[in-house]
């Protein structure tokens, strides 16, 4: 029975992994910390001075609700900032499930619903705009998700070309190029292929980092591969290889479950390929 049992494991690949950790108890927050930045005047149409701050969540902007009959993240987007774990990972295979709600709010309330997985995150809450950590984005909007983005200083090296539209987009067989907020081509790449889901329906998100490379992958399907993990810091790039992971509150309402992490000594080579 037991050589039956790991033979089905094997074939179906079901079973949980006992290497799997979760990263929400799907009961409170514990283990994470919220950050939330200044708020938006709508009259004015400007940012208030003013952080919210740390762990300080007066419109339960983060919180655990049931969603589709399962303990699920809710983020409302009601105010921007973010979730991050405590903790502090290097060389693992995260993957969580999100998808899109209903609610939108200014000044994002008439653009593309956004939110965003920001991995490696290191350094004082609100070094971006005033809101999240600097870190590597996976990005998470409307059509496009999987984009690459160096959140405050964050850089990796992407196979890309250059669209038309002066746009680069991930390309394995592109020349190596390198992205951060000064670099020449930008802080962004766009993923490729797109593979997200329609709003309504759980996308699953999966992303591996060892050492300085990463694989974004979305709904089984490598859409980038990213080289050569670094941050800004006083003009040069120095590695980063861990931190934090934090999910991003960005006007939109959101919601994450089966959030998991394991650790790994490499990452398979036929997501390299």
């Given at each position: 029975?037991?050589?039956?049992?790991?033979?089905?494991?094997?074939?179906?690949?079901?079973?949980?992994?006992?290497?799997?950790?979760?990263?929400?108890?799907?009961?409170?927050?514990?283990?994470?910390?919220?950050?939330?930045?200044?708020?938006?005047?709508?009259?004015?149409?400007?940012?208030?001075?003013?952080?919210?701050?740390?762990?300080?969540?007066?419109?339960?902007?983060?919180?655990?609700?049931?969603?589709?009959?399962?303990a699920v993240l809710r983020i409302s987007g009601?105010?921007?900032?973010?979730?991050?774990?405590?903790?502090?990972?290097?060389?693992?295979?995260?993957?969580?499930?999100?998808?899109?709600?209903?609610?939108?709010?200014?000044?994002?309330?008439?653009?593309?619903?956004?939110?965003?997985?920001?991995?490696?995150?290191?350094?004082?809450?609100?070094?971006?705009?005033?809101?999240?950590?600097?870190?590597?984005?996976?990005?998470?909007?409307?059509?496009?998700?999987?984009?690459?983005?160096?959140?405050?200083?964050?850089?990796?090296?992407?196979?890309?070309?250059?669209?038309?539209?002066?746009?680069?987009?991930?390309?394995?067989?592109?020349?190596?190029?390198?992205?951060?907020?000064?670099?020449?081509?930008?802080?962004?790449?766009?993923?490729?292929?797109?593979?997200?889901?329609?709003?309504?329906?759980?996308?699953?998100?999966?992303?591996?980092?060892?050492?300085?490379?990463?694989?974004?992958?979305?709904?089984?399907?490598?859409?980038?591969?990213?080289?050569?993990?670094?941050?800004?810091?006083?003009?040069?790039?120095?590695?980063?290889?861990?931190?934090?992971?934090?999910?991003?509150?960005?006007?939109?309402?959101?919601?994450?479950?089966?959030?998991?992490?394991?650790?790994?000594?490499?990452?398979?080579?036929?997501?390299?390929?």
């Open positions: 029975m037991v050589v039956l049992f790991l033979a089905f494991i094997a074939i179906n690949g079901e079973a949980q992994n006992p290497g799997w950790k979760k990263l929400l108890n799907e009961k409170d927050l514990s283990g994470w910390d919220t950050y939330l930045g200044p708020s938006y005047d709508t009259i004015r149409k400007i940012w208030n001075n003013t952080p919210i701050g740390l762990n300080n969540d007066p419109l339960q902007v983060f919180s655990i609700i049931t969603n589709d009959g399962q009601e105010r921007f900032g973010g979730i991050s774990t405590k903790e502090n990972f290097h060389n693992y295979h995260l993957r969580l499930e999100f998808k899109w709600g209903q609610s939108k709010y200014h000044p994002r309330k008439n653009g593309k619903r956004d939110s965003g997985l920001l991995y490696h995150a290191v350094g004082n809450h609100g070094a971006d705009f005033g809101f999240w950590l600097r870190s590597q984005e996976f990005q998470l909007q409307e059509g496009d998700c999987g984009d690459y983005w160096g959140v405050a200083g964050g850089s990796f090296e992407v196979r890309a070309t250059k669209r038309d539209s002066a746009e680069y987009v991930y390309d394995s067989k592109g020349k190596l190029l390198l992205f951060n907020e000064r670099a020449r081509n930008g802080r962004r790449c766009i993923k490729s292929p797109d593979a997200e889901l329609p709003n309504g329906e759980w996308n699953k998100l999966e992303l591996y980092c060892y050492n300085g490379t990463a694989v974004h992958m979305l709904n089984s399907k490598v859409i980038m591969i990213l080289h050569n993990s670094s941050q800004l810091e006083n003009g040069k790039l120095i590695p980063l290889i861990e931190g934090k992971i934090q999910l991003q509150s960005e006007g939109a309402e959101i919601f994450y479950r089966n959030i998991e992490i394991q650790s790994i000594d490499h990452i398979p080579s036929k997501l390299l390929e």
